[in-house]
């Protein structure tokens, strides 16, 4: 196996991407909070938001295990890229098709973005700086 002479993210950039994961969460969830609508659409886009985090992560995750050369099978490498565009679209058809405003709209497909894109960083972030730990462990 080859050493790869890989950075760990410095301490500004975790923390940003900490930061807009937070932000994008707890902005969205604000925003499902005040808007006026029912329960059950509430729901709908919490959940929307949820699998798309966890979809996001799992493109992350398979995308970076396959550089690596660790074996991803098809079939969820597949699914973790059809469950994060899924999710788009989900949120996407529910914000065209809900009577809220446009700015309202904006405002939820803004912090979705920002919650998807802060996930990828932090579970980026957080995969190389256990690799950075494992590999100083092994060279001791």
């Known amino acids: 196996m080859e050493q790869k002479n890989q950075q ?5 950039f975790v923390a940003a991407a900490w930061v807009a994961l937070i932000t994008g969460i707890t902005a ?7 808007v006026e609508m029912a329960l059950n659409e509430k ?19 398979s995308v970076r295990d396959q550089l690596e050369g660790i074996p991803v099978t098809n079939i969820y490498y597949g699914l973790s890229w059809f469950s994060t565009l899924l ?7 529910g914000l065209w098709n809900a009577s809220i405003t446009k700015s309202e709209k904006g405002f939820y497909a803004m912090s979705y973005t920002l919650s998807l894109f802060a ?15 494992d590999d100083s462990t092994r060279s001791e």
């Open 43 to 61: 729901g709908y886009y919490f959940t929307v938001l949820m699998f798309g985090l966890f979809a996001a992560i799992s493109v992350q995750k």
């Open 87 to 93: 999710s788009i679209v989900l949120l996407t058809v």
């Open 28 to 34: 969205f969830l604000i925003g499902l909070y005040n």
């Open 119 to 133: 996930a990828i960083a932090v579970q980026k972030n957080t995969r190389d700086a256990r690799q950075k730990q």
């Open 8 to 12: 760990q993210p410095s301490a500004a």
